[in-house]
Nanobody
């Protein structure tokens, strides 16, 4: 079993920054891609940023140039640096990790990010 624990969410004014962290623990053989998703009230679940095991990254268009995803494989941790935050970035942010050879997806419990205007 694998556990993902997010941290770093909070309330920030528009234009501000937050850094989210997600630590994976448990029976980890190999962590493949790690992704940050978000879900805002009344909106669909959205993939925000993904980083592969080798460090390749992809972003949804709405966050390009503002958000940066990174990972530390020695710590089984993925980060999301969020700059120039906008009210429309308000959402619960979830960490996802694909683990093992199959691979199997695991999810964190989510962390709330609220951006005030």
């Amino acid at each position: 079993q694998v556990q993902l624990v997010e941290s770093g969410g909070g309330l920030v004014q528009a234009g501000g920054s937050l850094r989210l962290s997600c630590v994976a623990s448990g029976s980890i053989f190999r962590i493949n891609a790690m992704t940050w998703f978000r879900q805002a009230p009344g909106k669909q679940h959205e993939s925000v940023a993904t980083i592969s095991n080798s460090g390749s990254t992809t972003y949804v268009d709405s966050v390009k140039g503002r958000f940066t995803i990174s990972r530390d494989n020695t710590k089984n941790t993925v980060y999301l640096q969020m700059n120039s935050l906008k009210p429309e970035d308000t959402a619960v942010y979830y960490c996802n990790a694909l683990v093992g050879l199959e691979p199997i997806p695991y999810w964190g419990q989510g962390t709330q990010v609220t951006v005030s205007s």
